[in-house]
T-cell receptor, first 112, second 116 residues
Framework: SQQGEEDPQALSIQEGENATMNCSYKTSINNLQWYRQNSGRGLVHLILIRSNEREKHSGRLRVTLDTSKKSSSLLITASRAADTASYFCATARLRGGNKLTFGTGTQLKVEL | GAVVSQHPSWVICKSGTSVKIECRSLDFQATTMFWYRQFPKQSLMLMATSNEGSKATYEQGVEKDKFLINHASLTLSTLTVTSAHPEDSSFYIC????????????FGPGTRLTVL
């Protein structure tokens, strides 16, 4: 069943602006991951943050995790038109093995 | 590294036929592979977990006789949609986990199935 919810569902910004996407989930987790999907394509792994971590950076990406609120955010700084895609969070549940439960996704459009 | 391929990338078939989709890990051995389906503008729903040499574990609500999964080797898993119907039309995506980094799933490019 779908566990995570993301907001906003859709986000349109100008190139150079920052984009923030939020993800909420319901159960205890081992880790939370963010993926990107271009239209009609497979998923690309962006970043993984473990349940004992609070913040992680990778290039222009910054991910935060608040396990007390069961929420995470993905910040893309200085966005580019090439960042246009759908972004999904996915959680690996505690004692759930490697299975991932995906959020509903945020469609990001970065305009020139 | 960590490349997963799927074949075919798209397929159109008549109602009642069976369709096989292959998922291959090209440069690593996949101890576990997962199969997802995704409807337009929706999220990915896990269908089943496949471990090499053993029976697949299906998620609740997924018919195992309808969606046959075979994980015959450490680099290949297949999903066969049997007696396909228009409601089976969807985007099917596989992912694989290697033995080194078991937290990260590497996704294939997906297969678009259209059943007429």
């Amino acid at each position: 069943s779908q566990q995570g919810e993301e907001d906003p569902q859709a986000l349109s910004i100008q190139e150079g602006e920052n984009a923030t996407m939020n993800c909420s989930y319901k159960t205890s987790i081992n880790n939370l991951q963010w993926y990107r999907q271009n239209s009609g394509r497979g998923l690309v792994h962006l970043i993984l943050i473990r349940s004992n971590e609070r913040e992680k950076h990778s290039g222009r990406l910054r991910v935060t995790l608040d396990t007390s609120k069961k929420s995470s955010s993905l910040l893309i700084t200085a966005s580019r038109a090439a960042d246009t895609a759908s972004y999904f969070c996915a959680t690996a549940r505690l004692r759930g093995g490697n299975k991932l439960t995906f959020g509903t996704g945020t469609q990001l459009k970065v305009e020139l | 590294g960590a490349v997963v391929s799927q074949h075919p990338s798209w397929v159109i078939c008549k109602s009642g036929t069976s369709v096989k989709i292959e998922c291959r890990s090209l440069d690593f051995q996949a101890t576990t592979m997962f199969w997802y389906r995704q409807f337009p503008k929706q999220s990915l729903m896990l269908m089943a977990t496949s471990n090499e040499g053993s029976k697949a574990t299906y998620e609740q609500g997924v018919e195992k006789d309808k969606f046959l999964i075979n994980h015959a080797s450490l680099t290949l898993s297949t999903l066969t949609v049997t007696s396909a119907h228009p409601e089976d039309s969807s985007f099917y995506i596989c992912s694989a986990i290697g033995s080194v980094s078991t937290d990260t799933q590497y996704f294939g490019p997906g297969t678009r199935l259209t059943v007429l």
